[in-house]
């Protein structure tokens, strides 16, 4: 079967889905295509990957009505940046930015499962267990190929398609890759002191380690060597808390416990064009960032909003002309370079045992915990990007 829309959305994570519910105010056709099923997308929903939140993504997703469904979001009042093996810390206060919060965290599966239950409850042309096999354009159109569940094949032709399958519909799109070497090891972490809202950021020589208030646990990224990683993974929790507590230090007291680990290996990954013919590419699709900074998520919901400004600004017949498509890649242009380069300087910056270069370090985040103004505009670039 072949059916029309005025824009495909391929991949229903959690920026396809918000894509789909901000254009939902339009009269616009829109139809969703995501590969889970919807009992799988509950499973996913066990994803504890712990995602922060900024603050501006929590006006987004209060925009889109999602907001209120995510209670047990935990805000982060204050960060705490320090470099284990060397001097230099910084303390970045919320209240002296003018903010209730940095961020709020939240896991990857709760934020996916409120989302879920939004589009199920309000948008008719969501479909889960529509895996997209193949796209292509003819003339003014966009051709998705996809298979459903039950293994029949079906087409759809729009005049837009966005991308926001998380990478992982790489034909035909020019992707640029950097292998940091780096894996992330994720898990819930219990601690002797409380966290009161702290997150902490620490650098090590293998790479990053950032422990977020999570609830009452602490929710642990830390970042490492691949064979690192994959003994930390496979460790008996006695000795995973014992290299915590020998890479993070004391300041939260003992760890007590550590469960749900998990594994990501981290990549950069960016598309040299985020708009090609009839196409837009957003979310992790566009960009993979390293969790370094937590960007990631913050930076394709933006994407997502900002696109679906410009498709309700636009007048139905230039859906997906080449005018459209140009601004909406301008648009997004100083946000993305910004974030991608950030995050990527950082890793580059903080994970490199260099002596001279840890010193360095260390007098720069010293200068910077007395320089109020740059805190602040480190703060507001981490809370509303790089245009905020
Ligand atoms: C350890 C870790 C910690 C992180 N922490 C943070 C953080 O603190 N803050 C932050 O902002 N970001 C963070 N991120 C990044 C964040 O997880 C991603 O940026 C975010 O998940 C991207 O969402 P997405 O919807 O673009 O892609 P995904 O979450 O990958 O979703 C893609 C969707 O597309 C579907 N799909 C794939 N292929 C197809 C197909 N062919 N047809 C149809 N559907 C398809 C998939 O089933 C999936 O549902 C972290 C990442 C990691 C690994």
Redesign the pocket.
Known sequence: MNESADIVV?????????LALALQPSALDVLS????GAE??AL?AADE??????HG?RLILERLGVWSALANATPITRIHVSQAGGFGRVLLEARDADLPAY?Y?VP?GEL?RALTQAVQQRLPRYRFG????AMHTEGASAIVE?ARDDGIADTATAPLVVV??????VAGIDIRTKDYGQT?V?ARVKTEAQHGGTAYERFTSHGPL?L?PMGANMAL?WTTTPDHAAELAAMPEAAFLAALQSAFGDRLGLFRGADAR?I?P?TLKYARHVVVPRTVL?????Q??H?V?????????RDAWELAEEIIACEPEWLGQEDMLERVRRRRQVDRVASIRFTDTLVRVFSNDAPLLRVARGLGLAALDQLPLLKTLLARRMTFGARG
């Not at 990957?49 to 900024?54: G, M, N």
């Not at 926001?164 to 519909?169: E, R, S």
């Open positions: 391929v991949g229903g994570g959690p920026v396809g889905a918000a295509l995501e590969a889970r799988a997308a996913t990957r712990p995602l922060a939140l900024s993504s961020g965290v990857y996916l529509a895996r997209v096999t996809y926001a399958d998380g990478g992982a519909l992330a994720t950032a977020l990224i998990a990501y981290l957003i979310g992790n699709a566009a993979t960032l969790p900074a937590g960007q990631g998520f913050n930076l394709g919901l």
